[in-house]
Every structure is written in C-alpha cells, then in structure tokens.
C-alpha cells in the first residue's frame, strides 16, 4: 500500500472499481463495515462524504469539497483504518452511534464516570463482539453513546483519548 | 481617566453601567442543537446538580448557578457549550440558512463557528479560519466534540482570505467578522482588563479591523450578509471601522434585529472629533448594565454590487 499525504484530504473512492490505489480504503467498504459491526445503515451518511488525511486516517464532511483539499480539518475525524482491526473516532460515536443496533454495551452511571476518566470497567459477562465497541449511557431519560470501548477479557477498556477525559 | 470613566457617559445609566462593570459575569453556556434539546440538557445539568436559567431572549443559552460545567456529562457528550451570552449573539444576527455557505473570518476558539453549523443544522459550509495556529487546535477540539460535521478549518491571514484551497467557484453567502479587539466588554470576567487599560491601546487594532471587514465584504455574493462584531466598547474599533469600509467597499448597513428580550442602545454617530454615517445608528451596542452580560458591538452589512 503506497502512502497517503498528511498535509491535504484526499477524497475516499466509492469502491474498489473507482479506486486508483487498490491499498487505500473506499466508501462501500468502510458503509459495510459499520453495517456489519453495529447495524448502522448507510443511508446515515447519505449527505457526507468521506475524506483521508494521512495513511488510514478518515474524515466524515457534511457536503463537497475539492479533490485534495489542503486545510486543517474538513469536517470530523472519523474512524482508522490502518490497522487490522478498525476503529471508530469517540467524536464519531458520539454523533453517529445512536444509529447502532448491536455491540452497544450499556453502562451505569458509575460505571460511565470511570469510562469517561480513562479507566477499564469490569464486565464479565457479555454476549456480544469482543474488540472495539459502542458505550452508552443513560441520560435525561435517553440512551446516549459516549464513546468507544475495547472489549477483551471480560473488560471494556475505555479509548476516550485523554485530550477528552473528564473527572465527572 | 480609566476605561470605565471614558465610556460611563456615553450610557443612558452612567452609573448602573459602573456598578454593573464591578459585578463578577454570570456563567452562560449554550445548547448545542446538533446532540440535544434545551430541556434535555437542561435535565442533564440538573441531574449533574447544576441549576440553570434560560436567558431572557433564547432557550438555548442557559445561565448557571456555578462557575463552571466543565466536568459535567453533558459538557463531556458536547450537549453544551461555554460561551458568554452576547457572544451568542453574532450568529443569530447573521442568519445562516441551511445549505449556504458561510465564511467565519476569525473564528477560533470556535464558539461562534459551531453555533453557525448548529443554526444551518449541519447542512452546507461553515469555513472557519485563523491566523493563529494554536487557538486552531481549541477550534478544532471544540468543533469535534460538539459533534459538527459541516466545518472546514483553514489556517490563513483573515485579510487576504482565499477561497483556493476549498474551491474558488464556492459563493459565499454571508461572512461573520468576529474581529480581534481590545476586549473591554471582557473587563466583568477578566478583571486585567481595567488594570492594564491603555487609553490609545484601540488606536493599534483598527487597520487590522477595517481590512478583516473589508476583505469579508469582497468575498460576500452580491445580496449577501457580513456581520461586524467585537467584545469592545471603543468607538475606534466598532463604528469608525464600519463608517471606513462603507466608504471604501459596495455595502449598506441594515438594522440589527435584535431578539425580544434584549435592551441595547443605537450605535454613534459622533464621538470626539469623529463623525460617523447616519446609518451606524442601525448598529447596535450592549453596556453590561442593561442585560447583565459583557460588553458588545454589532453590525450587519448588506453587500451590493
């Protein structure tokens, strides 16, 4: 897989008939991938589109753009992609993942406190997925997802990175 | 003569608007429409045992009982955002429509660029730029927290802003100057200010303020909205920049439609040995005394050609 350009967002090809660099992620994979791990429809992302910015770095804008564009942010950090196993952005979760329909795993209010710190939470019985999955919380009487947790060994590790933790 | 006394006359409460300089601000934040309503975060703030109180003109902008809602869940969730009440002002005074696009010259930290993308429901652009670098990165982890997906950051002198990078076919619908200034109407939260006041400190920024609204009004459509703002009361940095780039770019002021609820008094006309076009009186300043809120000047253009 040959590099991508850090310093610009190259447009994410709609798949792999469009590509002109087999190695690079395309939309239909990335629209399966959701699909598949949490059930989200791609009909979400209907009026985004999809941009990489270095290698396997992805960004989800509401609109068009240029193809490159060279600015410092065009829309949200999405997801990577770079390596085996992908991972959604907790920003990305946050707006997007109410739309989830499996390996969405609940937490109580204190369990949330300690997720939203940076820290594991216990969890040793779960029927779902092991790896990268969508927490949620309940509150003001909604399910409201709150990042993303790495499931392995009967924990779930929080990934909130640390710019965005808080000590609630 | 210290800040408060140059300004003091020219209210129509010299005094209230002394006493209310010396009251701490009142801690604000705002709804963030893209993840939650005013109810629910207002629910959520309380459940986080913060009290709030909507203003007395938005639902969305809601004072609280405590300095702070940093550490709350619904501040982590991106449902609210800190930013002081008049500050939420600017946006609404502009107008974005869903789908346009929307140029925000001097946007970081990013409040007034989210709340943009926020009344345009994500749709369309919202460009935000600035010069400094450092603040971009606030703009940016502001923006991605608050869930929006509409925004472009790009790094660039406001005074020659190029649409280049983005796309110079792109028309631009309105533009939000949100100039740098000397910050007077900050004094209630940032004491320094008052302290550290130099009565010729405006006089540096205006070359600056004139060419950021100047270069807004060259990149507007014709038909298109520019709003002028800053968080000063120095008649150098508001009308006289306003009166200056009337003169030099095809614009009109329009009245500023300020919403129900709020009190403000009309823009100068004249002040020392300045005279300013009749229409600045359509602009509007905000004294602290008459809402409770920092100090505020706005200004709406209209772009002809």
């Known amino acids: ?24 992620p395309h939309r239909a994979a990335i629209c399966t991938w959701w699909e598949d791990r949490f059930g989200v429809d791609a009909a979400v992302w209907s009026a985004h589109s999809f941009w990489e910015k270095g290698n396997g770095k992805l960004w989800v804008f509401a609109g068009e753009a240029h193809d490159p564009t060279p600015v410092e942010a065009l829309g949200m950090r999405f997801m990577r992609v770079r390596q085996e196993h992908w991972k959604p952005s907790t920003n990305a979760v946050q707006r997007f993942g109410q739309h989830a329909t499996r390996n969405v795993i609940s937490l109580s209010a204190g ?45 779930l590790r929080s990934t909130v990175p640390k710019g965005r933790q808080r000590t609630l | 003569m210290g800040l408060v006394d140059r300004y003091a006359p020219m209210t129509d409460d010299p005094d209230a608007f002394r006493t209310a300089c010396s009251r701490p601000l009142p801690t604000t934040v705002r709804v963030n429409g893209l993840k939650t309503t005013p109810t629910a975060a207002t629910a959520a703030l309380a459940d986080a045992g913060v009290t709030t109180t909507p203003s007395a003109w938005s639902q969305s902008v809601l004072r609280l009982d405590t300095e702070s809602a940093g550490g709350t869940l619904p501040y982590y969730l991106g449902w609210i955002h800190g930013q002081e009440e008049v500050s939420c002002l600017p946006a609404h005074i502009l107008g974005p429509q869903p789908g346009e696009t929307v140029v925000d010259l001097a946007a970081a930290p990013g409040g007034k660029a989210t709340q943009l993308s926020d009344l345009m429901d994500d749709t369309g652009t919202v460009i935000a730029n600035d010069v400094n670098l450092g603040r971009l990165s606030a703009l940016r982890h502001n923006s991605e927290r608050l869930g929006v997906t509409n925004l472009v950051v790009t790094h660039q002198d406001g005074r020659h802003f190029s649409l280049k990078p983005i796309g110079s076919a792109r028309t631009v619908d309105r533009v939000l100057v949100d100039a740098p200034c000397s910050c007077e109407g900050t004094l209630r939260k940032s004491p320094h200010i008052v302290a550290d006041w130099d009565p010729l400190g405006h006089r540096g920024l205006q070359p600056l303020q004139i060419d950021l609204l100047g270069r807004a009004i060259e990149l507007t459509r014709p038909g298109g909205v520019v709003v002028y703002a800053t968080c000063t009361f120095a008649p150098e940095e508001n009308e006289a920049v306003v009166d200056a780039v009337l003169h030099s770019h095809p614009c009109t002021v329009e009245p500023v439609a300020l919403p129900a609820g709020l009190t403000a008094a009309p823009g100068l006309q004249q002040y020392d040995t300045m005279r300013f076009a009749d229409s600045l009186t359509e602009t509007v300043r905000i004294y602290p005394h008459q809402n409770d809120t920092g100090g505020f000047y706005l200004a709406r253009l209209r772009v002809d050609r």
């Open chain 1, 1 to 24: 897989m040959t590099g991508n350009d850090g310093g610009r967002f190259d447009r994410v090809a709609p798949d792999s008939a469009h590509q002109r660099d087999p190695g690079r």
């Open chain 1, 111 to 155: 369990e949330t406190a300690q997720f939203i710190a940076g820290e594991s939470v216990d969890r040793p019985q779960w029927d779902g997925d092991w790896g990268y999955l969508i927490a949620a919380t309940t509150i003001a009487g909604r399910d409201v997802p709150v990042g993303v947790g790495l499931y392995l060994h009967g924990e």
